[in-house]
């Protein structure tokens, strides 16, 4: 994303009047334990609902799975009655892109507990601390470098032509403290291929963009890394842009053999489509304030007015790649490749929160069960990012990150995009709180602190 003069001018404009502090989370007794009774657990190993369970939560952590109405012999302790209701893992976002810190309580309204922003800045990595501290209310996060690119003299990306440049950047990106490396699809061979030693020798994960190699590099060098993103990138890499079964079937052969996960992200795709056909109704349709007002007002000044200017017969190219990225996921689900949930949400307006949901939904439609995708949601999420020990399941020891629902998802994912509950680091938060904290979050926006943010994003030290 490119920040244009139009932007500081908007932002100088309006940014005076409309300070605030952010919005911090009340202090609370995480010691004291929560006893939740009634619920029926949704096993992301077997596919199964447990019924009738009691848990034992404190500190943030699942203590113990008993029996319902099991005798709690505390004498300090807060009950709720979970009344048959559904609780599963809390769903994490593996592609998002977000630079201002309401982002993470929407995204927690709406059950995604866990985020991984795809180009980080500096603000991230205090705003992560905050969210683990439970200072901040939200979705904790897990925060890319800035992206690595090899574009000229690019806004909030490390540009690397060099080798040196990649090595460099690695460098930087691992003092500073960011939790992975986000490696664009553009860079040449020997500068990728840079980036890839440094990083394996500083003992930082890859994500890259496009799951495919660069020209001039092997497949195998794709393997270990964190993920790869986009199948949109299948048909415009390997494929060359031509719906060709035969190829991809070769493809998929060689990212069978990396055992690296891959983050499909159809929801921007199909997002794209909607707008470049329905233009305006489309984008007048969506939560207008999900998205914070100088993002909206960058991306309507760029990357918008392409798809809103889209003549009938881009529309039809558009609706009939989508369609042919859904196969390309279902074939990558029929390989049993490792698929995660990614919605790229907070590029081209994508809503946070609901652009996780839509995603979910999407991997539907292209044929995944609904145990495999709360698996790509969950438990092979956290996997990736190397926290299955901590997130994805339902278990003692876990952290007690969790949604929810009124229905069994499994038989309808819809129930998930607006859950009775959810918790986040032992702390049990309702439908209704949850909307309060959403209205908060989004009306303390503190547009000095985002322009600020974007201001001096991709700065090395």
Known sequence: ????????????????????????????????????????????????????????????????????????????????????????????????????????????????????????????????????????????????????????????????????????????????????????????????????????????PVAKHGPHPVDGMEWNTLKGLQSLEHVEDIFQGPLNYQEDKQHLAKTIIQLKSLDTPITPTLNIFWHLTQISEHKEAYLNSLPQDYISPIIAFEEKQNQLKRWLNSPVEMIVHNKKTFSFLQEITHELYKANLTLLVGSDSGVLLSPHGLATHKEMALLQQAGLASIAILRAATMNAAKALGKESRLGLIAPGYNADMIVSEQNPLENLRTLQNPEWVIKNGRVFSRTELEELRKKAIAERSLWQELKTLANAGEGD
């Open 1 to 204: 994303m490119n920040l244009t003069t139009a932007v500081f001018t908007f932002c100088i404009l309006i940014v005076c009047a409309t300070f605030h502090l952010p919005s911090h989370a009340r202090d609370s007794n995480t010691t004291q334990s929560i006893y939740i009774d009634n619920l029926h657990i949704v096993d992301m190993k077997t596919g199964r609902i447990i019924k009738d369970r009691q848990l034992h939560l404190r500190n943030g952590k699942i203590i113990a799975i008993n029996p319902a109405l099991s005798a709690i012999t505390e004498s300090n302790f807060t009950h709720h009655d979970g009344k048959g209701l559904y609780v599963m893992p809390g769903l994490i976002d593996m592609h998002v892109h977000a630079f201002d810190p309401a982002t993470f309580t929407i995204a927690l309204s709406h059950g995604v507990t866990h985020l991984r922003l795809m180009n980080g800045v500096k603000e991230h990595l205090i705003w992560r601390k905050e969210l683990e501290d439970g200072r901040r209310i939200g979705s904790t996060i897990t925060v890319s470098s800035p992206i690595i690119s090899g574009f000229k003299n690019p806004h909030m990306h490390y540009p690397a032509h060099k080798p040196a440049e990649a090595i460099n950047a690695v460098v930087s990106a691992k003092q500073q403290g960011y939790d992975l490396i986000k490696a664009y699809g553009n860079l040449t061979a020997p500068v990728l291929q840079a980036l890839l030693s440094e990083a394996k020798k500083q003992n930082i």
